[in-house]
Nanobody, 124 residues
Framework: QVQLVESGGGLVQAGGSLRLSCAASGRTFSRYAMGWFRQAPGKEREFVAAISGNGFFTSYADSVKGRFIISRDNAKNTVFLQMNSLKPEDTAVYYC?????????????????WGQGTQVTVSS
């Protein structure tokens, strides 16, 4: 089991930037892919971005491609989500998750451990 703790959420104006961090413990960090998901009020949790265990491969939802960047520091057991050009529709609770596989995964059912979530609010 992996323990995950997110940080970095907050309130930002449209067009601004935020950087989310997720610290992991409990398993060898580089052996599993990491993902970011989000859930807006009244909506289902959706995939945002994922990165492979070795950090070489990434995947993004079309809605954030070109604006968000996922990265990881395996020496510090941390994954990041740099969010630029934020829009009001990016407002949601953001969750980091640890996959059961090392390869990139976009299906949330392939993630076995989840953080508590961090709120991101983008004002217009």
């Amino acid at each position: 089991q992996v323990q995950l703790v997110e940080s970095g959420g907050g309130l930002v104006q449209a067009g601004g930037s935020l950087r989310l961090s997720c610290a992991a413990s409990g398993r060898t960090f580089s052996r599993y892919a990491m993902g970011w998901f989000r859930q807006a009020p009244g909506k289902e949790r959706e995939f945002v971005a994922a990165i492979s265990g070795n950090g070489f491969f990434t995947s993004y939802a079309d809605s954030v491609k070109g604006r968000f960047i996922i990265s990881r520091d395996n020496a510090k057991n941390t994954v990041f989500l740099q969010m630029n050009s934020l829009k009001p529709e990016d407002t949601a609770v953001y969750y980091c998750a640890a996959s059961i596989y090392a390869a990139v995964a976009t299906n949330l059912n392939l993630y076995s451990s989840w953080g508590q979530g961090t709120q991101v609010t983008v004002s217009s």
